[in-house]
């Protein structure tokens, strides 16, 4: 979205500007923060193990993105936004 933003509004377009924040704060959250939570899923689930408990725990572990997993989508994403607006 940030590429065909600023290919088609120019980058010095509050549309643009919009989209790259969003992009950050997308970035940051499938990094950052989905990471933290898996980690704690995968606490809790030792927890319960150690606590022999009979409650089934279904938590997915691994719901965040490594930063290389990150980076590739960025890539794909300009790439896939270019384009399209070129179309």
Do not use: N, W
């Amino acid at each position: 979205m940030s590429a065909a933003c600023g290919i088609l509004y120019g980058l010095d377009s509050a549309l643009f500007a919009l989209a790259v924040l969003l992009a950050f704060i997308t970035c940051h959250d499938a990094m950052h923060s989905r990471r933290e939570i898996g980690k704690q899923a995968a606490v809790i689930k030792e927890l319960a193990k150690e606590r022999e408990s009979e409650m089934e725990i279904a938590l997915k572990e691994f719901v965040g993105h490594t930063p290389s997993q990150v980076i590739a989508g960025v890539v794909l994403g300009l790439a896939m936004g270019t384009v399209v607006s070129l179309l």
